[in-house]
């Protein structure tokens, strides 16, 4: 029987997962690892499995505010995208003062959302929008800066309009673009809810693994970080399903090139 390359691919990736994690096991029992320096992954699911009536609500509301910093961080960045790489004044006068901003340790604003706002979701939320900003603005403006002059040139012979040459040409071409930032912006908004959460929040996973990191129990950090990465992987692979139902005409064969 021949595998797929898909196949093929999929079993390589799922073989290598399966091998980091009993190596790691491995490797602690031999040298004898303390739990409080670095659980092996079968203490780890053990937590998992006990502790999830108790992890379940605080990754649900973690995964809430994520979800909600990022779509909002995406609409507003692709505003600002559009803007910039539709106007070279815009992009003059905007672009420097969105590096400066993305320039700045998004732990400084923290404090301050919370005195604007109070502690809890809402920080959490903004900071999670903040961060995730700055890759959508600079895919956008990438993605329409790419569209050839001459094809512009000749829609406004044919009669197009500005508007009319962004619309059908220019947001298509960005598509790809746009997408490969969504993957990148997705692992950023964990990285601000999380922030938030350790200093303003009394709610989600970054408030039980720093409560835990308190307490000495490193097992439980790790649930927490392995419940992050579960629900960032998720968030991943919606992000590449939606990318390959839209943008499939700018995707390589990998299949042909795999074969």
Same mark, same amino acid.
């Given at each position: 029987?021949?595998?797929?390359?898909?196949?093929?691919?999929?079993?390589?990736?799922?073989?290598?997962?399966?091998?980091?994690?009993?190596?790691?096991?491995?490797?602690?029992?031999?040298?004898?690892?303390?739990? &409080?320096?670095?659980?092996?992954?079968?203490?780890?699911?053990?937590?998992?499995?006990?502790?999830?009536?108790?992890?379940?609500?605080?990754?649900?509301?973690?995964?809430?505010?994520?979800?909600?910093?990022?779509?909002?961080?995406?609409?507003?960045?692709?505003?600002?995208?559009?803007? *910039?790489?539709?106007?070279?004044?815009?992009?003059?006068?905007?672009?420097?003062?969105?590096?400066?901003?993305?320039?700045?340790?998004?732990?400084?604003?923290?404090?301050?959302?919370?005195?604007?706002?109070?502690?809890?979701?809402?920080?959490?939320?903004?900071?999670?929008?903040?961060?995730?900003?700055?890759?959508?603005?600079?895919?956008?403006?990438?993605?329409?800066?790419?569209?050839?002059?001459?094809?512009?040139?000749?829609?406004?012979?044919?009669?197009?309009?500005?508007?009319?040459?962004?619309?059908?040409?220019?947001?298509?071409?960005?598509?790809?673009?746009?997408?490969?930032?969504?993957? *990148?912006?997705?692992?950023?908004?964990?990285?601000?809810?999380?922030?938030?959460?350790?200093?303003?929040?009394?709610?989600? *996973?970054?408030?039980?693994?720093?409560?835990?990191?308190?307490?000495?129990?490193?097992?439980?950090?790790?649930?927490?970080?392995?419940?992050?990465?579960?629900?960032?992987?998720? &968030?991943?692979?919606?992000?590449?399903?939606?990318?390959?139902?839209?943008?499939?005409?700018?995707?390589?064969?990998?299949?042909?090139?795999?074969?």
């Amino acid at each position: 029987m021949t595998l797929s390359p898909r196949t093929r691919q999929r079993l390589l990736s799922a073989g290598a997962l399966v091998g980091f994690f009993l190596l790691w096991e491995l490797a602690c029992l031999a040298f004898g690892v303390s739990d &409080l320096i670095l659980p092996r992954p079968s203490q780890i699911a053990n937590v998992l499995i006990d502790k999830m009536s108790l992890l379940w609500p605080h990754a649900v509301q973690t995964l809430y505010t994520t979800f909600a910093g990022f779509v909002l961080g995406v609409l507003a960045g692709i505003v600002i995208g559009v803007g *910039i790489g539709s106007s070279r004044l815009a992009y003059d006068v905007t672009y420097p003062l969105l590096v400066g901003f993305s320039s700045i340790p998004k732990v400084a604003v923290v404090p301050l959302f919370v005195v604007w706002f109070g502690a809890g979701t809402v920080p959490a939320i903004l900071t999670s929008m903040v961060i995730s900003i700055f890759p959508v603005v600079v895919n956008v403006a990438t993605g329409l800066a790419s569209t050839e002059p001459e094809l512009e040139d000749v829609l406004r012979v044919l009669g197009a309009r500005k508007r009319d040459i962004l619309w059908n040409v220019g947001l298509p071409r960005t598509l790809p673009y746009l997408f490969a930032s969504l993957k *990148i912006a997705i692992t950023l908004s964990f990285v601000g809810t999380v922030l938030a959460e350790t200093v303003a929040s009394n709610k989600g *996973i970054g408030t039980v693994m720093m409560i835990a990191s308190g307490n000495f129990d490193v097992p439980m950090v790790f649930a927490g970080l392995f419940l992050l990465a579960a629900m960032g992987v998720a &968030l991943y692979a919606v992000s590449s399903l939606v990318e390959q139902r839209m943008t499939g005409w700018a995707q390589r064969k990998t299949d042909m090139a795999m074969a």
